[in-house]
């Protein structure tokens, strides 16, 4: 129950709203690299992530991907399908072996519809994520890549106390390459003209940046 209520979707529902829906969840685990929701296929139900961590993408034919976000614990996907009845419209993966609590269409729905605070916060959500995917699209069609590429290690970027330096949990060039929706040859060469500039640097399994990452390139 705790997890739930630790969810924005659900944190500001009445106690017992927050119990009815945990008695009804289903706890679910897999392991990593698991296909959970699959683009195009039927949905009915809600994935909060309880722990682990997993990526959302869209993929062409040939096996391109283009990934939109990652989710971790307390983070929800699924819930287009829940509330449109349309299959997926995207693809989750495990990235690491993940729990997940499970819950239901109709409950959801049934609960929307005997709360309207919730009902509303359903809307703010989607309202969110469409600002975010607005913003993404303006990216991929107007920005350079290396304008795509800085945007994302500054996001990613968090402050490590113990050495004052910003760090960023290191992505291959691959899956920053999936992210900014370029190839990782131009993902691999940018990489390596910041490191021998000496704005970045590559430590185990993080990258450190080197403070303000140039304007453009």
């Given at each position: 129950?705790?997890?739930?209520?630790?969810?924005?979707?659900?944190?500001?529902?009445p106690q017992?709203?927050?119990?009815?829906?945990?008695?009804?969840?289903?706890?679910?685990?897999?392991?990593?690299?698991?296909?959970?929701?699959?683009?195009?296929?039927?949905?009915?139900?809600?994935?909060?992530?309880?722990?682990?961590?997993?990526?959302?993408?869209?993929?062409?034919?040939?096996?391109?991907?283009?990934?939109?976000?990652?989710?971790?614990?307390?983070?929800?996907?699924?819930?287009?399908?829940?509330?449109?009845?349309?299959?997926?419209?995207?693809t989750v993966?495990?990235?690491?072996?993940?729990?997940?609590?499970?819950?239901?269409?109709?409950?959801?729905?049934?609960?929307?519809?005997?709360?309207?605070?919730?009902?509303?916060?359903?809307?703010?959500?989607?309202?969110?994520?469409?600002?975010?995917?607005?913003?993404?699209?303006?990216?991929?069609?107007?920005?350079?890549?290396?304008?795509?590429?800085?945007?994302?290690?500054?996001?990613?970027?968090?402050?490590?106390?113990?050495?004052?330096?910003?760090?960023?949990?290191?992505?291959?060039?691959?899956?920053?390459?999936?992210?900014?929706?370029?190839?990782?040859?131009?993902?691999?060469?940018?990489?390596?003209?910041?490191?021998?500039?000496k704005y970045?640097?590559?430590?185990?399994?993080?990258?450190?940046?080197?403070?303000?990452?140039?304007?453009?390139?």
């Amino acid at each position: 129950m705790s997890i739930i209520s630790d969810v924005p979707l659900f944190n500001e529902l009445p106690q017992d709203a927050i119990e009815w829906l945990a008695n009804r969840a289903q706890t679910r685990q897999y392991p990593r690299g698991t296909i959970v929701l699959a683009e195009g296929q039927p949905g009915n139900e809600l994935f909060v992530v309880e722990s682990g961590r997993v990526k959302v993408y869209v993929s062409n034919v040939d096996g391109r991907e283009l990934v939109l976000y990652h989710a971790t614990a307390g983070d929800y996907v699924g819930e287009l399908s829940i509330i449109d009845g349309e299959p997926r419209s995207a693809t989750v993966q495990t990235m690491e072996k993940s729990s997940f609590l499970v819950l239901n269409q109709t409950d959801l729905r049934d609960l929307m519809k005997r709360d309207a605070d919730f009902a509303m916060v359903i809307v703010q959500t989607l309202t969110r994520k469409l600002r975010i995917a607005t913003d993404q699209v303006r990216s991929l069609g107007l920005d350079p890549v290396y304008r795509r590429l800085t945007d994302l290690l500054n996001g990613a970027a968090s402050l490590e106390p113990e050495s004052g330096q910003q760090v960023v949990a290191k992505l291959s060039h691959r899956q920053i390459a999936d992210q900014i929706g370029s190839s990782r040859e131009m993902v691999s060469k940018l990489m390596r003209d910041l490191e021998k500039g000496k704005y970045i640097e590559a430590d185990g399994d993080r990258i450190v940046i080197n403070g303000e990452l140039p304007a453009s390139w």
